[in-house]
């Protein structure tokens, strides 16, 4: 039982939304510098370490990556160019703004929905105006007769009180020391180092230079015809899509019109005499439980 309460205790302090102040101008804070201090150290030690890898290339590391970065490079150079996806998207999208203005089905699935959601919503509106028109009629009505039926007072129960005071958790040392660490760490230490190793070993930068460009060229023509076959598809997708969408909406608002008058009765109908009913027992318990 002890040790469950303990537990318990444990907890609270650790509570999630209590933050503990690591700049307290005291010992906490002298931690938290500490493990900044730490970070800072370990950034520098891996940045070193980046750096002696870097320099440890050889020129045929520098041909090997040359070649990889002047492909990737010029495949995207290529692929967002102008004769690459944009000159796609442009041919894909005429073509597909034509055929979309001949859909067969645009007009008649705009009708369709058009219809249901007009439908839809003039009976809501329908229903919200006949309710409320229905509700005080109602509670008139209710009103009269529960008036007759005075039954005195009724007790309201007062509201249950509630304990609002938060203990804010303790805070260590060891907490704060991390956090200064966790805060200052960088991640990218060792290949900033890496990358700087590279650009200051001159084996390595020759053979890069050597083997991008042409791997460059290779790429960008690749990446043209990918990127002009992609954008013609998405071109043609969206206007397609854009044009027949046009015959859809119009057919749709036409169609939303006739659908809303349909059902607008209806909906007040059925509204007014829920709001009736509902109505009716709200006068009625209001006036059946005054002071007799």
Known sequence: MIRSLLLAIGLALVAPGCEIDCFDGGTLETSYRE??????????????QGRTSGL???RDDGLAEGAADGYA????????????????YFDGHSLGSSDGS????????????GFADGEGAGFNAGSSAGY?????????AGWKVGAWTCSGDFLLAPPPSED???KPAQGDQRTCRNRGYDEHIDASAFMRGYDTGKQQNPAYQSGYAVAYPPAFTDGEAVGVDAG????????????YDSSAFAIYDSCY?????????SSYDAGWESGNMQGHSEGHSAGYEDAAQCEG
């Open 35 to 48: 493990g900044e201090q730490q970070a800072k150290q370990a950034n520098d030690a891996a940045f070193q």
């Open 56 to 58: 440890a290339l050889t």
């Open 73 to 88: 490079d010029g495949y995207l150079a290529g692929y967002y160019s102008a004769w690459g996806y944009t000159d796609g």
């Open 102 to 113: 001949y859909d067969p089905t645009a007009c008649s699935e705009g009708a369709s929905d």
């Open 132 to 140: 409320d028109e229905g509700w005080y009629a109602g509670y008139d």
């Open 164 to 166: 609002t005071d938060e």
């Open 228 to 239: 002009y076959d992609d954008g013609y598809a998405t071109g043609y997708a969206d206007g």
């Open 253 to 261: 608002g036409e169609a939303w019109e006739n659908g809303y008058a």
